[in-house]
């Protein structure tokens, strides 16, 4: 049996970008993280007041198993008894079961709580909590949004730089990187996110939401009981119990605004709420409230879009 020592987060970044989850997963590892990706030394920046020790494996590109390959040989080098902790970000979730077979680890996902020896993970769309006590490494996902991060004042953590050569085998040459399609986005990763809850009156509202959400170039999210009633699929909820989002615009139609919700908000920019109670949690954070009933004000402003696509107004 191997003894583990602590964690270690392994956190894949983005031309510079730590992702959401990110450094909630270096706070879970008491500060000791492997950046893994492009870009690593702006993504330092964000790091100071949370890092204490920090690798850098810098990689050509950030396709899954380059990040995966260059993960395992800095866990390997630096961290070869820790458990590790992975952001369950969209590239997270990626490169994590490759990790967990480069290190031939046990791989748990959904975890909302990491100890060297015990991991809890949500289960059931978030009706329960299961404990796995595992007594040999192990690589485990972090629910974005379930610990928060508390910022201290720090010295400049300590860094040590790797030269990774990437196995480029079987690697093939990108033609185009398209943008992504707001539609099936992830909601973590989303800039605008329009919201529906229980004030729209039926589940053909929000097919049209999904409409309206797309012509504004937004990603369309929803409450935990409309999920519950199976109007739209769970990856699309929005809250502690479902996807914690961080938009820079959040429209929400007919939401009270349940601080399971609210929760799982983040801090947007700005803030506009449709809903027939001027006094509901949601309008009262918000930037701009209509009070009016959200399913007028949502066909109100599909057929106002349509019009604007019939004339070919931008």
């Known amino acids: 049996m191997n003894t583990q020592v602590g964690l270690v987060a392994v956190i894949p970044v983005r031309d510079g970008v730590i992702p959401a989850g990110g450094l909630e997963a270096l706070a879970e590892s008491a500060g000791v993280a492997v ?23 810098p990689t050509a590109s950030c396709a899954p198993r380059t990040l ?6 800095a866990v390997l080098a630096h961290a070869p008894e820790s458990a590790v902790v992975v952001p369950a970000s969209p590239d997270g979730r990626d490169m994590a079961p490759l990790l967990a077979r480069r290190l031939a680890r046990t791989l748990v996902a959904g975890a ?4 060297p020896h015990r991991v809890r993970a949500a289960r059931q769309g978030g009706l329960a909590i299961a404990q796995f ?40 040459s ?15 990763e989303a800039p605008r996110i329009v919201g529906g809850g229980a004030g729209l009156d039926g589940e053909s509202r929000f097919a049209l939401l999904a409409e309206v959400s797309a012509a504004l170039d937004a990603s369309m999210g929803v409450t935990r009981v409309i999920t519950d009633r199976g109007w739209v699929s769970h990856e699309r909820q ?20 349940a601080v399971q919700h609210t929760s799982g908000l983040g801090q947007p ?46």
């Open 35 to 57: 950046l893994v990706g492009t870009d690593l030394d702006t993504a330092l920046d964000t790091t100071i007041g949370v890092g204490r020790r920090l690798i850098l494996a």
């Open 68 to 73: 995966a390959e260059a993960a395992t040989v």
């Open 112 to 115: 909302t709580e990491i100890a």
């Open 133 to 172: 006590d595992l007594h040999e490494p192990f690589v485990a996902t972090l629910q974005p949004g379930v610990r928060g991060v508390e910022h201290r004042d720090l010295p400049d953590p300590e860094v040590v730089r790797l030269s990774i050569v990437a196995d480029t085998s079987d690697a093939v």
């Open 174 to 188: 990108a033609v185009e990187v398209l943008p992504p399609d707001v539609s099936t986005m992830d909601l973590a």
């Open 238 to 257: 929005i809250g502690t119990t479902g996807v914690v989002v961080d938009p820079r615009l959040y429209m929400s139609f007919g939401i009270s605004g």
């Open 269 to 314: 920019d700005h803030i506009v709420s449709v809903n027939t109670d001027a006094h509901c949690p949601m309008m009262q954070m918000s930037d701009l409230a209509v009070v009016a009933d959200a399913n007028a004000v949502l066909d109100a402003l599909a057929a106002r879009l349509s019009a604007r696509t019939e004339r070919g107004v931008a």
